[in-house]
């Protein structure tokens, strides 16, 4: 079976609606909450990386419903993988730095439990409606959690300033919260993300079983990049701007909203069963978890040469996963 030109061409407008979704989804939550006084870090690892996990969650949802499991699961593993392999990684290259704020390394922990939690509950491959409950619940105390250090951290000290957002990479904001455009931007974002992840599921599904590849390789590799394309935007640019700590933030944040959020929604709204294959790719998400978790919570430099091991990781693990080795 050959592989239609319109699959391709609807492919890749899925993942241009998707970029440009979610960056007016990013930028608009990013301007509320900027100039509601929350400061630089705390919007890279909530509103930003939740913002531009919005694709992981569209399509993993639009999957779920479909009857999807692999696509759905496949692409929370594969974009956390492509998060700290090739996002991360590109980071480092850029720009080489050390994790010193307290809240990232905090963060950085709560990475690493919340790989743990979802290799546990995915170790018998299904994923039942109880443990998506669980794994939400465990989200929403995440987010309780960090907003009462961000609260804590902004009562010390007084405020973040238009300045200091902007010197973080983040444009600096009005005083008021300009709520029409800003809403404005936030609901086309959302509708171009919805629609753009439920025409992401339907082509490459497509374009899997044409080339002859299963469903869960084409949601680790295809479907998993394409909606971490947001991701990866954000940190370069982020990184460019000498805000690397945004950027670590972006990723660290959208890898706990994948598993927890995005994986714990889709199974409450149908239970999930997946391939074989995906005990092996556990292990390749905990390993690279592991090694970027030790990096910034022990304040490591990540320097351009560990960037470039990242990246050949994250290569070879959708090389592992394309040739279906190795399978369950």
Known sequence: MSVSVETVVVLSVAVLGLWIGARWLVDAASDIASAAGISPLVIGLTVVAFGTSAPEFAVSIVAALEGSGDVSVGNVVGSNVFNLGVVLGAVALLAPFRATETMLRRDAVAMAVA?????????????????????????????????????READDTGGVSPESAEK??????????????????????????????HLLVDSATTLGLAVGVSEWAIGVTVVAAGTSVPELVTSIVAARRNAVAIAAGNVIGSNVFNLLGVLG????????????AVPASLVWLGAITAVTTVVLVTGRRLTRPEGAVLLTVAAGYWLASA?????G
């Open 168 to 197: 973080n990479g983040l444009e600096a904001t009005e005083s008021t919260i300009r709520l029409g455009p800003d809403a404005g931007r936030l609901l086309v974002g959302l509708a171009l993300v919805v629609g753009g992840g």
């Open 323 to 327: 040739v279906g080795w190795p399978s």
């Open 265 to 276: 929604v889709a199974a409450t709204i149908r239970p999930l069963t997946v391939d074989p």
């Open 115 to 151: 790989t743990a939690v979802a290799t546990g509950v995915l170790a018998n491959r299904v994923v039942s409606r109880p443990e998506g409950l669980v794994l939400v619940s465990l989200l929403a105390g995440y987010l309780i959690a960090l907003g009462v250090v961000a609260r």
